[in-house]
């Protein structure tokens, strides 16, 4: 077989045309020791030779063991697995951990496992320390330390050791592989940059890591998953970074049976067709499950980690507004940090609904060190007018003051919602201009009744925001805090990035829907109301 059907992809084809070439005995060599020496530990395949499945040995173990640079050493030397849950994907990392250690013939050989903590770093040594157990071949030449999580390999002097971020001693390390398990995990690129060139002396080092989709595209997954992407559709030509992604596009219909099948390439086998349907009909129930659903069952990269806000549905309020000069609206003002976004928010009651009309304020020095640091477009929103930069590092509330009392002269702002504990001079001055400056409180017993509402107006379309780019952003950000009576109210601790704009519109609102509701609004959950 000359390898012919292993070329995939453009890339694939200058790989070849510049001395590259398949060794499909390599790639078998690491499928034998699969099926010799690895048994199965759990469920129903508990006791079975590990059979890689048809995707593992097509998409992932063929290509990245089978390629070959002109001097014979494999042509991958990085690479990001992206697939859904419960497709075997930790399984396949412990057999593989395994295999680098004791089949692949590198001398003193370093492996290293990498989780975010310690439980999930145990996952795949776990596993992969049942698998040395059940193999008599294995269990007569490998030694389990559970203790310290290591599998040794005396014999060629090998070692095999579980890591995870809250362990402070990771320096000089010299790997020959480096598995990092759900890099969506990890809160920071601590453990990525330790691990990184732990493999630069090896001749043919591996640095490999496998996940679910995350939602901080402010993280190393996210990096990693678009690095990913641009060397799978081209955009990156790399020809040492390994790339596999199984999901759904945001186009499709996560509901249709298809999709599933498409963005898992274990469906039917390791995932049950009646499962998944279950699991459907009930992400159907609320955003948070659908949110849920989407990201670990379909692998979508979703907004945050629990959502809130269905994003489609917000979307779907971003109606243009009508001319709103000289009417009458209430705001909302949330300070945060002089050194963070400061927001203020009018609502208007319109016809049978509420129009929403913010503004933003950061520091000139902060924005821009923001943008380089969490890649946020603050200077693309400044220069499009959505945000004003106030000079300095600190946000200038005498800007906030004056463009305040502007608002008043254009509008009838009857009241303006401040956080009680945040009733800095900026209050008092604007009391001392005319504004009615309202105390309100950001505990569940204010802030439960509005953000519910909030929900409920969104659902209903009966909330028009026209689309405002930072006020999408944060809704997009919001993660909520529920209490045992089932009180809500937003997390800005818990939420991945700032929400000020969001907490103002639920204060205005507040007041809006308090001096002039508009009538009950009804709604099946995951339905609109027309």
Known sequence: ????????????????????????????????????????????????????????????????????????????????????????????????????????????????????????????????????????????????????????????????????????????????????????????????????????????????AITTAGFDRHSICWEQHDYAAKVLDGTIDDPSFFAFMAAASMEDDWTDPEVWRKANPGFGITISAEQFAEDCREAQESPAKENSFRRYRLNQWTEQETRWLSMEKWDACGTPLDDLDGKECFGGLDLSSTTDISAFVLVFPVDDGYDVLPFFWVPEEGARVRERKDRVPYSQWIRAGLIEATPGEVVDYDVVRKRIEELGKRFQIREIAIDRWNATQLATQLESDGFEMVAFGQGYASMSAPTKRLEELILCRKISHAAHPVLRWMAGNVAIEKDAADNWKPSKNRSRERIDGIVALIMALDRATTVTPVSKCWYTPGQLCL
């Open 1 to 208: 077989m000359d390898g012919s059907e292993w070329i995939r992809t453009s890339a694939d084809e200058r790989f070849v045309s510049n001395g590259g070439w398949f060794d499909l005995a390599a790639a078998e060599r690491v499928r034998t020791f699969f099926t010799k020496f690895l048994r199965h530990s759990k469920g129903e395949w508990a006791g079975r030779p590990f059979e890689l499945l048809p995707w593992q040995w097509r998409d992932i173990i063929g290509p990245l063991f089978g390629w070959k640079r002109p001097d014979g050493t494999r042509r991958y030397r990085r690479g990001y697995i992206e697939v859904p849950k419960k497709n075997g994907k930790s399984q396949m990392f412990s057999g593989l951990s395994l295999y680098l250690l004791a089949g692949d013939k590198e001398p003193g050989a370093e492996i290293y496992s990498a989780a975010i903590d310690r439980d999930q770093a145990s996952i795949v040594y776990n596993e992969a320390a049942n698998m040395v157990e059940s193999s008599p071949e294995l269990q007569s030449r490998l030694q389990v330390v559970r203790s310290t999580k290591r599998i040794v390999f005396h014999h060629n002097r090998s070692v095999y050791r579980a890591l995870s971020a809250d362990v402070p001693a990771k320096e000089g390390l010299n790997a020959h592989a480096v598995l990092i398990d759900e890099l969506h995990a990890q809160k920071s690129r601590e453990l990525w940059d330790t691990l990184r060139y732990a493999g630069a002396s090896r001749r043919q080092p591996l640095h490999l």
